[in-house]
């Protein structure tokens, strides 16, 4: 018998023990984190494709519809704090059936615009895990088919 009170052939376990699941623990822990960080990334990536699109129907030409998505876009990311190399499409010709900027005056309209991000997950070590992540999110906003274009 040992000074605790255990028997002597369980002298050792919970040291035995904690080896085992340590390393499982700190992998679910890192999973858990690259959880986590592309969904934070997912919602900056969405929500600067919503205001891209946006800032692109309120334009009264394409130019400038491009223009202001690319410039609301990249602020969006920077304000969220997402560090990666956006790429940033708007579609001002319309998507499906909706015509874009071309479409006569009365008639309903609309463009989109699509961001594109690669996220790093090399920082966290876990194996099996990829060394990045790419998100895309893609938002249509309506044209008001009320004004000139």
Do not use: K, W
């Not at 080896?19 to 592309?38: D, E, K, N, S």
């Not at 919503?50 to 410039?71: H, K, N």
Request: with cysteine; aromatic share 2%; hydrophobic share 45%.
């Amino acid at each position: 018998m040992s000074a605790a009170g255990r028997p002597d052939h369980e002298a050792g376990n919970a040291a035995l023990e904690l080896v085992i699941l340590a390393p499982a623990l700190l992998f679910l822990i890192g999973l858990v984190i690259a959880f986590g960080r592309t969904c934070t990334a997912q919602n900056a990536v969405s929500d600067a494709a919503q205001d891209a699109a946006r800032q692109a129907s309120l334009q009264l030409d394409p130019a400038d519809a491009i223009a202001a998505a690319q410039a609301s876009a990249q602020a969006a990311l920077a304000q969220d704090g997402l560090q990666c190399d956006p790429r940033i499409t708007v579609d001002v010709n319309g998507s499906g059936e909706l015509p874009g900027f071309q479409a006569p005056v009365g008639q309903p309209a609309a463009v989109s615009a699509t961001v594109t991000c690669v996220v790093s997950l090399s920082s966290i070590i876990v194996p099996g895990l990829p060394g990045s992540d790419t998100l895309t999110a893609t938002v249509t906003s309506p044209l008001d088919p009320y004004r000139a274009r």
